[in-house]
């Protein structure tokens, strides 16, 4: 019988990680030793339990994935480093990190057929990298990579600090190709990798992988990530509406009134703009 796979979960977003831990656990052979919540508990639970492979998120507080990921670089040379599956919103520099001791990446949201893939490269690696300990040379090596990994993030972050926006926005609407004011834009939603934008007529699919990549053609002042599957515009909710266990729920001014619920780590944000 082959052995299960042991497994951290690190991920300041609780919903992010209850969401992978269901599906890593529906895999059936894998092992959720523990969940860590920042780049600090990160740290300490790596070395508190080796796991054969770490998911780990690239932005958090305090320390993120790639801090975290140069601490257990520098841990400790006689010990086998764990697999690293960076799990982040952001793909933008995504190949470049995955070379550095990192077996795949994983864009949120998460998708079970990417979640299997991911696991099946994990268990090649567990199998064919010899459980001996890791030599200078490639922890050296490693941390090389790594440093020309962040300096290219930091000269990246200077030259596109201010991204020009479209005023419109193109959408896929069966064979037909919108043209689409973004003010006109209700609401955006992602299901199963699919990107769904709602005007108050009409809808239709962005060419884009991620919320994250359509936000940044979009008005900062204007669009807010109400819920990771949800971007909405502000200027076109109808209405705030209480909801279980002091969380709220959005109505929009769409066609359909669709009701949009409010992550928990966003509720603060809802307060403060509109002073709730």
């Given at each position: 019988m082959v052995p299960k796979l042991t497994a951290l979960i690190i991920d300041d977003e609780p919903l992010a990680r209850q969401e992978l831990q269901y599906l890593l656990e529906a895999e059936g052979d894998v092992e959720i030793l523990a969940q860590g919540s920042n780049g600090i508990e990160a740290v300490e639970l790596i070395r508190e339990h080796r796991p054969d492979v770490i998911f780990l998120d690239v932005r958090m507080p305090v320390l993120d994935g790639f801090a975290v990921l140069k601490k257990v670089l520098s841990l400790d040379s006689k010990t086998r480093l764990p697999q690293i599956v960076f799990a982040t919103a952001f793909d933008q520099y995504a190949v470049k990190a995955f070379e550095v001791n990192a077996v795949d990446y994983l864009l949120k949201p998460f998708d079970s057929k990417r979640v299997a893939k991911t696991l099946e490269?994990?268990?090649e690696r567990v199998v064919t990298v010899q459980p001996e300990v890791s030599s200078p040379q490639?922890?050296?090596t490693a941390e090389a990579k790594l440093d020309a990994l962040l300096k290219?993030?930091?000269e990246q972050s200077t030259t596109s600090a201010a991204p020009t926006r479209?005023?419109?926005i193109v959408l896929r609407s069966g064979s037909r190709l919108l043209l689409v004011d973004q003010r006109d834009i209700c609401f955006a939603s992602i299901e199963s990798?699919?990107?769904?934008?709602v005007t108050r007529h009409t809808k239709g699919d962005?060419?884009?992988?991620?919320l994250e990549e359509l936000a940044e053609q979009l008005d900062?002042?204007?669009?807010w990530r109400a819920h990771r599957s949800f971007l909405v515009n502000m200027q076109h909710i109808r209405e705030v509406l209480p909801w279980f266990h002091s969380s709220f729920q959005l109505k929009m001014d769409d066609k359909d009134s669709t009701e949009i619920p409010v992550s928990r780590s966003q509720t603060k944000r809802l307060r403060e703009l509109f002073n709730l």
């Amino acid at each position: 019988m082959v052995p299960k796979l042991t497994a951290l979960i690190i991920d300041d977003e609780p919903l992010a990680r209850q969401e992978l831990q269901y599906l890593l656990e529906a895999e059936g052979d894998v092992e959720i030793l523990a969940q860590g919540s920042n780049g600090i508990e990160a740290v300490e639970l790596i070395r508190e339990h080796r796991p054969d492979v770490i998911f780990l998120d690239v932005r958090m507080p305090v320390l993120d994935g790639f801090a975290v990921l140069k601490k257990v670089l520098s841990l400790d040379s006689k010990t086998r480093l764990p697999q690293i599956v960076f799990a982040t919103a952001f793909d933008q520099y995504a190949v470049k990190a995955f070379e550095v001791n990192a077996v795949d990446y994983l864009l949120k949201p998460f998708d079970s057929k990417r979640v299997a893939k991911t696991l099946e490269k994990v268990r090649e690696r567990v199998v064919t990298v010899q459980p001996e300990v890791s030599s200078p040379q490639a922890t050296s090596t490693a941390e090389a990579k790594l440093d020309a990994l962040l300096k290219m993030i930091e000269e990246q972050s200077t030259t596109s600090a201010a991204p020009t926006r479209p005023g419109k926005i193109v959408l896929r609407s069966g064979s037909r190709l919108l043209l689409v004011d973004q003010r006109d834009i209700c609401f955006a939603s992602i299901e199963s990798g699919t990107i769904t934008v709602v005007t108050r007529h009409t809808k239709g699919d962005a060419n884009c992988r991620t919320l994250e990549e359509l936000a940044e053609q979009l008005d900062p002042e204007q669009f807010w990530r109400a819920h990771r599957s949800f971007l909405v515009n502000m200027q076109h909710i109808r209405e705030v509406l209480p909801w279980f266990h002091s969380s709220f729920q959005l109505k929009m001014d769409d066609k359909d009134s669709t009701e949009i619920p409010v992550s928990r780590s966003q509720t603060k944000r809802l307060r403060e703009l509109f002073n709730l």
